[in-house]
């Protein structure tokens, strides 16, 4: 449960107040809040692999500081689609993890794979910020420790300027928190419980997908690529007048 002082916090800065006439160290809060606290969605990407197929990426998380704690709130998944996204559409879990700041505490249960898997059981972790003094840019950065010594690894970081996030690991133990493994991050104003809960396409795509496979047989494609497969699949000639011919025979 939240603090009084928290919840004045988050309250105050709904209200988009003006800080110069608050306390230093609460309009150094309201600053962090205005930085960090945002919704992010990550470019929904197709990967398409010649020996495994098509593979759905979709990532989301959003961050919120209160004053205390640091929470990550996200969905992040990736599926395997024998037909196309919308066919085979699945729904990430919503997952979340708080973290106190300036504390360590135990690893989050989505660190799981890398704390049993390496004997390390006794891991704890951190999270610690830097801002510039102006507000306009940061970071936050996840540290693990080992018997209060931290762990020489390059950390789950994420870089915040101008409202634009870049997130970083080279890690591949984050079996559950792909967050980190992604790029291409806008914010969102939608909450990340309402975001692929639904597939992006409203009928099957199969078409497009086949086009863009016959462009590139092994590669990544964004959004952007597959709206253009869709246009092009949709408007090809000769599909026109197969379609046109199969209504004449109909009639």
């Not at 940061?138 to 996030?165: C, H, Y």
């Not at 419980?193 to 494609?221: K, R």
Request: one cysteine or more; hydrophobic letters at 40%.
């Amino acid at each position: 449960m939240r603090s009084l002082r928290s919840l004045c916090l988050l309250k105050v800065h709904s209200l988009g107040l003006d800080m110069s006439p608050m306390p230093p160290s609460l309009a150094k809060d309201i600053k962090i809040v205005r930085l960090f606290n945002r919704n992010f969605i990550g470019e929904v990407y197709l990967d398409y692999d010649f020996e495994f197929g098509l593979f759905v990426h979709q990532n989301a998380f959003s961050i919120q500081y209160d004053g205390a704690s640091w929470s990550f709130l996200y969905r992040s998944n990736h599926f395997q689609a024998d037909c196309c996204p919308h066919c085979d559409f699945v729904e990430p879990d919503l997952e979340q993890f708080t973290l106190e700041a300036g504390k360590l505490v135990p690893v989050p249960p989505q660190f799981d794979d890398f704390r049993h898997g390496q004997g390390n059981e006794d891991l704890m972790m951190n999270v610690s910020f830097t801002m510039e003094e102006d507000g306009t840019s940061g970071k936050i950065e996840l540290k693990l420790f080992k018997d209060s010594v931290p762990i020489p690894i390059q950390n789950p970081t994420i870089w915040m300027k101008a409202g634009r996030p870049t997130v970083g690991c080279r890690l591949r133990w984050f079996n559950r928190l792909a967050v980190f493994q992604s790029d291409g991050y806008i914010e969102t104003p939608d909450p990340i419980q309402d975001v692929f809960i639904t597939p992006l396409y409203h009928t099957c795509i199969f078409e497009a997908i086949m086009l863009l496979n016959d462009w590139d047989p092994d590669g990544i494609f964004g959004l952007d690529d597959v709206m253009s497969a869709i246009d092009e699949a949709f408007n090809e000639p000769d599909d026109f007048l197969e379609d046109f011919w199969k209504f004449v025979v109909v009639e």
